[in-house]
């Protein structure tokens, strides 16, 4: 496991936070990950020798993963302590090609979203997805202490991602 963020919290599911700004792919090949976000310093670090569940505990981000012949999806992603990764359905999410071109994205927590569960909206140019939590993640004591990039539990090939006038929350 590996990370590089700034420290921004502690932020919990109970307050809105966002980030957001510009995005470019130069590589990306089949079997490639990249996660970015909220998450953990402490609980995101920790090993998990499933193959079951490929975001680590305590994020809320965004994935950039193939299938590469289709652009790479890049969709919301969250994992409450004490619960399993989750993310919607891949073919409703924007995708982005690894052709360098320069991107606008946002990543948008809002805790009052889907009837109170809370949801993430993430956006790429315009297009977006958004997920709704299930309704014991505001309850899991969750709290984010970066924000940056975090190493997923199960990955294959490397990407070339590289960000740029980035905003985020960094407490409430």
Known sequence: MASI?????????????????KIAVTRGVSDSTTLFGFYNSTDSM???DSQANAIPESVVGI?????????????PVYHTKGDQGRY?????C?????????HDWSL????????????????????SATFALEESAK??????DRFGIVTSWIDGNSQNVYWDDITYTVKQ
């Open 108 to 127: 948008e927590y809002d805790p009052d979203g889907a009837g109170g569960k809370g949801q993430i909206t993430v956006s790429l140019d315009g297009h």
């Open 139 to 144: 309850a899991s004591g969750t709290r984010f």
């Open 94 to 102: 924007p995708r982005i090609y690894p052709d360098g071109a320069s």
């Open 46 to 48: 920790r090993q998990n």
């Open 63 to 75: 994935h950039i993963e193939g299938p590469s012949s289709e652009g790479f999806f890049f969709y």
């Open 5 to 21: 963020g700034d420290a921004v919290g502690p932020l919990t599911l109970d307050r809105p936070f966002v980030a957001s700004g």
């Open 88 to 92: 919607p359905r891949l073919r409703d």
